[in-house]
């Protein structure tokens, strides 16, 4: 029976502790000096690095046997500069909204089945509806959700609309209603919603790409539906729809 202190958060810690032995200056080490660095015994420096090989966050060079950081870990490093990018990008197009509409925009990323809030500038009016950054939220509901969703494969809409949950009267569970929201929002550019995840709140949004179809964020404007007048919606849209050609082809480099 392996050791408690193997397990659990005490393995994370140590296999953290690994990955961050490796910098600009350290690009490849051996077994030996990664168990220096961390203070590890070679016995469980060498499990732990098994482990991260076995998930391609590590690689080792078979003739030198010297290890280097592994394919998913530069895959997660294109993800965050992507991603700090996108908000470098975004903030000054969603400060603009902000302060032309006076309603919080809030930025949101797809991850696994749910939306997540990246970026946020909020109204300063007092009557608001704010969340935290990285907040959770479904992509069947909502606006936001809607525009992340409409791009995705058809198994993965398929995934996600398999386990629908209503959070207000308003909020569409009907698969075959959903499936029309989606074309339509494909076909627009746009959606808007009302009380769909939160009772007395409104949301206008835009897909936003980083090439031809392929959606990367989401941009809303959200904050209590009496506000939503159908002359102010129509002028979100429009704004929102300038923003996400505009921030698009900053993304995808046109």
Excluded: H
Excluded at 63 to 74: D, F, N, P
Excluded at 103 to 111: D, G, I, Q
Excluded at 151 to 156: L, P
């Amino acid at each position: 029976m392996k050791n408690e202190k193997e397990t659990g958060t005490g393995s994370l810690r140590k296999a953290i502790s690994i990955l961050k032995c490796f910098s600009e200056e350290r690009v490849e080490l051996s077994m030996t000096e990664v168990a220096r660095l961390t203070n590890l015994t070679l016995g469980t420096a060498s499990r732990i690095l098994a482990a991260l090989r076995d998930e391609n966050l590590l690689e080792r060079e078979e003739r030198s046997k010297l290890y280097r950081l592994g394919v998913y870990c530069m895959r997660m490093g294109k993800i965050a500069k992507r991603s700090g990018a996108l908000r470098s990008c975004a903030l000054p197009f969603m400060e603009r909204l902000r302060d032309r509409f006076n309603e919080t925009v809030n930025l949101y990323l797809r991850e696994d089945i749910s939306r997540v809030c990246y970026a946020q500038c909020e109204t300063t009016s007092p009557l608001k509806r704010s969340i935290l950054l990285g907040a959770r939220f479904p992509l069947s509901a909502g606006a936001a959700g809607r525009c992340l969703l409409a791009w995705a494969t058809a198994d993965f809409t398929q995934n996600v609309l398999s386990d629908i949950k209503p959070f207000t009267e308003n909020t569409v569970t009907d698969i075959a209603k959903i499936q029309k929201l989606l074309e339509q929002t494909r076909r627009d550019r746009f959606a808007v919603s009302y009380s769909e995840r939160e009772k007395g709140v409104a949301a206008v949004a835009v897909p936003i790409f980083d090439a031809p179809n392929s959606v990367c964020a989401s941009m809303s404007i959200a904050g209590p539906d009496m506000r939503f007048t159908a002359i102010v919606v129509n002028e979100m849209i429009i704004a929102l729809k300038k923003t996400s050609e505009e921030l698009s082809e900053i993304l995808s480099g046109g």
